[in-house]
């Protein structure tokens, strides 16, 4: 699985977590949060959609640097399939990142943002979809609170 980096270029997902340890090692006096979130482009007239998972590596205070996943997904027919493989394609990163960083043994709390929200048709699908990222061991942020998938991720669905 290939992201994009616009400080790296193109990464594999291990020279993601390797980029996150050495950052963590070179300022160990730092909060940092590993981020997670997905977002898409629907593509009506080919019941298609872009997906897009970023990773964000975010120092707290000081900035952040993150990486993206780009990839297309056929018979896409409704919102809510969609937002069910967006938090489907965040766990799935966030799954094999974790597994990286603990070969490492390094030890990350991984929010997943989630593009979902009180305000609008997502938000019959809440409990649900939090309950699933949660029960699989990340935190989970929602609109407004969830940048890494409706501000990093959605500024690549459209490109």
């Given at each position: 699985?290939?992201?994009?980096?616009?400080?790296?270029?193109?990464?594999?997902?291990?020279?993601?977590?390797?980029?996150?340890?050495?950052?963590?090692?070179?300022?160990?006096?730092?909060?940092?949060?590993?981020?997670?979130?997905t977002d898409s482009q629907p593509h009506e007239h080919t019941a298609?959609?872009?997906?897009?998972?970023?990773?964000?590596?975010?120092?707290?205070g000081r900035g952040a640097r993150y990486y993206v996943h780009k990839?297309?997904?056929?018979?896409?027919?409704?919102?809510?399939?969609?937002?069910?493989?967006?938090?489907?394609?965040?766990?799935?990163?966030?799954?094999?990142?974790?597994?990286?960083?603990?070969?490492?043994?390094?030890?990350?709390?991984?929010?997943?943002?989630?593009?979902?929200?009180?305000?609008?048709?997502?938000?019959?699908?809440?409990?649900?979809?939090?309950?699933?990222?949660?029960?699989?061991?990340?935190?989970?942020?929602?609109?407004?609170?969830?940048?890494?998938?409706?501000?990093?991720?959605?500024?690549?669905?459209?490109?």
């Amino acid at each position: 699985m290939l992201f994009r980096s616009p400080t790296l270029g193109v990464v594999t997902l291990e020279q993601v977590a390797e980029d996150a340890i050495q950052e963590r090692r070179e300022h160990p006096q730092d909060r940092f949060r590993l981020i997670i979130g997905t977002d898409s482009q629907p593509h009506e007239h080919t019941a298609s959609a872009t997906f897009v998972t970023a990773v964000i590596l975010h120092r707290v205070g000081r900035g952040a640097r993150y990486y993206v996943h780009k990839e297309h997904h056929e018979h896409i027919h409704s919102l809510r399939q969609r937002m069910f493989t967006e938090a489907s394609l965040s766990l799935q990163v966030g799954g094999l990142l974790s597994e990286l960083l603990q070969k490492a043994g390094q030890d990350w709390q991984i929010e997943v943002h989630l593009d979902i929200g009180e305000g609008g048709e997502t938000k019959q699908w809440i409990r649900e979809i939090v309950a699933w990222i949660e029960s699989n061991g990340y935190e989970a942020r929602i609109k407004p609170e969830s940048f890494g998938a409706s501000k990093v991720a959605d500024r690549y669905t459209k490109s």
